[in-house]
């Protein structure tokens, strides 16, 4: 089942995620569970998917890096997300207009 928009802003750099790999990359056992450090959120970004960017954690394939959608996300394991952080904004994102 999907995370939520609240996991997901939730999420920091750090965190440790269990995701699926997606279907379209026809995996052999599509209920294989990995494992990856979150390095970037990217979450209600205009014309894209939320998403985050991961480190593997797996054995065979540490240190690579790949993005995985919210569809994909099964649990955090770990890290130090807590609910009363700040939600940074998207470096792809304006910043917000100043008011006086």
Known sequence: MPV????M????AGDI?????RPEDGPV???KEWRGKVLRVWVD???LLDHVGVESLEPSEEGLTELVYSQQIVRKESGQTEENEPV???PLEPP???SF
């Open 9 to 12: 802003r939730l999420l920091r």
């Open 45 to 47: 970004v205009p014309r």
């Open 96 to 98: 917000p207009s100043l």
């Open 17 to 21: 995620i269990v995701y699926l790999a």
């Open 4 to 7: 939520d928009k609240r996991f």
């Open 88 to 90: 940074l904004p998207s």
């Open 29 to 31: 056992n599509p209920q």
